[in-house]
């Protein structure tokens, strides 16, 4: 059944929708929720639930990882594109939202402006998450937390790196600082600097530095994210250019501390923002990263409908 109108609500647009301490709950979690599924233990406490999947954009990590999460504990799934519904049609997002959320017991959405995301929240009797909007992807910060928290004990107090694009994966690392009390160092080319308000937000904890081998001097953690992102392909030749000083390469990971990790949300493209050889390192734990976004989303859906 799904939530009943009146019932208090909340959703999981970006990692400020939750405080540090249920962030961390929250990692904490997921990694349990890996050891069960590991050891073969039953769970589905979403028996008889459904999760709405809004796919604006294409996917490849988004909807496996949330849909077998959801068919572990117990629920079901149901994949919608703008061609099955009349979101693509040209219904309004508010009246969309009323009659879905009526139907299912959470929803996910992975599309362009953040605008609409937050406006079917707006108008949501159940949970809204947001599975990446141009503006956020805490959906993939939850499980990059979760990897580090795994490999190398609690981030904070920690130096991440990140090197490229002030996008939307840019943006959550700067939120993640602010609720993880991290440092982050961004190394991004001018004119493709974060959201002003984004990093303001984050005062202190958050500064760019142009060069990325000055950026990357005893990190604990490297990041980076492809060039050019959904959308942006026709920009992609003068990108290259652009972003030619902002690879993640051998050189730049021997400016980090020595157990430093390396990861990247995919998909990659070797030989633009990272080298061959740092994604296949023993210190990248990039297919970590991957599993993890299933396990931290299992967590999530767990906390947001089981609370």
Same mark, same amino acid.
């Given at each position: ?13 970006? @990692? ?17 929720? *890996? ?11 979403? *028996?008889? $639930?459904? !999760?709405?999947?809004?796919?604006? *954009? ?7 990882? /949330?849909?077998?999460?959801?068919? $572990? ?5 149901? #994949? ?6 009349? !979101? ?31 406006? /079917? =929240? ?22 990059? %937390?979760?990897?580090? #928290? ?23 690392? &700067?939120?993640? =600082?602010?609720? /993880? ?17 984004? @990093? ?8 760019? &530095?142009?060069?990325? %081998? ?6 604990? @953690? ?9 959308? $942006? ?9 652009? /972003? ?16 430093? !990790? #390396? %990861? ?32 931290? $989303? *299992?967590? !999530? ?7």
């Amino acid at each position: 059944m799904t939530l009943p109108a009146n019932k208090p609500v909340r959703h999981f647009l970006s @990692l400020l929708d939750l405080s540090p301490d249920e962030l961390r709950a929250l990692i904490h979690r997921a990694t349990e929720l *890996k050891r069960i599924l590991r050891a073969g233990e039953l769970y589905e406490p979403l *028996k008889n $639930q459904t !999760l709405g999947m809004i796919f604006e *954009k294409s996917s490849t990590r988004t909807r496996i990882s /949330f849909e077998a999460g959801v068919t $572990q504990l117990g629920g079901h799934a149901l #994949f919608l594109s703008s061609r099955d519904t009349q !979101l693509g049609r040209g219904e309004p997002i508010e009246d969309s939202a009323r009659v879905i959320s009526r139907m299912v017991d959470c929803v996910m959405i992975r599309t362009f402006e953040h605008e609409k995301v937050e406006l /079917f =929240a707006a108008h949501s009797r159940v949970p809204v998450i947001n599975a990446l909007t141009d503006l956020l992807h805490p959906c993939q910060l939850l499980a990059d %937390m979760q990897t580090y #928290f795994e490999h190398r004990g609690d981030i904070a107090g920690k130096t991440v790196t990140w090197v490229g694009d002030g996008n939307n994966m840019c943006h959550s690392y &700067i939120n993640a =600082a602010r609720q /993880f009390d991290f440092q982050l160092n961004i190394s991004c080319p001018e004119g493709h600097d974060p959201d002003p308000s984004i @990093l303001q937000g984050a005062g202190d904890r958050c500064r760019i &530095i142009r060069e990325p %081998m000055e950026a990357a001097t005893d990190a604990d @953690l490297v990041v980076t994210d492809v060039w050019a992102s959904m959308g $942006q392909e026709e920009e992609q030749r003068q990108r290259e250019i652009t /972003f030619a000083n902002y690879q993640v390469n051998e050189q730049l990971m021997a400016q980090a501390r020595p157990d430093a !990790l #390396f %990861m990247h949300c995919l998909p990659a493209h070797r030989g633009e923002e990272v080298t061959a050889g740092v994604i296949d390192h023993p210190d990248s734990v990039v297919w970590d990263e991957a599993e993890n976004r299933m396990h931290a $989303q *299992k967590a !999530l859906l767990e906390m947001l409908l089981r609370p």
